[in-house]
């Protein structure tokens, strides 16, 4: 067994230990497998440990590494995490099998277009800045309702769920807590947040998916 391996099967572990602490099933709460700056060298004996959700930043970097990954292992599931310009809209949709980081009307529109010509329907889920950082994408969250309503009814996208960042010098609780929130009086069912650090606090509070990255692969150069 690699390095990479056994910090998996450590991720797996905690992941399960807190989600039995919550009166969780573990089950039901997605481990997406943060690969970003990592070439397919790394990534291969993550897969061959039976991973198969993977989440990478951005589109360009992804072009080059995951086509021939997912010819290999056509299970594996793609899910965009990082923020996504308009001109790379077409290529994200093409690639990727889930976006994380819808955060504006310009996106959605993009998304909603691309996937009626390419015919492909991607699962969705909305940024929000629940620390309404003016440095950070997402929907503030006074604005989530609307925005959310928008992507629905004008749009027609199924939206699965939400996304949040926290502030990296804020407790992330209130930040999930308020993510949970918004998304119970919109009955979206998804919750992507928590990461490396913070993961086991979200899954306290509800998170449906968690984005992983260093504790699996390592720290990155």
Known sequence: MTDTQQRLLEVRHSLTRAAETAKRNG???????????????????????????????????????????????????????????SNKTKDAVALFDVI?????????DSIAAEMARQGRTLRLFIQINTGEEPQKAGVAPADADGFIDYCRKDLGLEIEGLM?????????????????????????????????????DAIMLGATHVRVGSAIFGARG
């Open 164 to 200: 949040c960042i926290p502030p990296a010098d804020d407790h992330p609780g209130p930040h999930f807590a308020l993510l949970a929130k918004i998304a119970e009086r919109n009955q979206l069912s998804g919750l992507s947040m928590g990461m490396s650090a913070d993961y086991e």
């Open 100 to 108: 994380h980081t819808i955060d504006r009307k310009k996106i959605a």
């Open 27 to 85: 089950a039901d709460i997605t481990l997406i497998a943060v690969s970003k700056t990592f070439g397919p060298e790394a990534i291969r004996p993550v897969i061959a440990a039976g991973q198969r959700i993977f989440g990478e930043n951005r589109v360009q970097e992804s072009q080059g590494k995951w086509p021939d990954l997912k010819r290999d292992h056509p299970d594996v599931e793609l899910h965009l995490i990082g923020p996504l310009q």
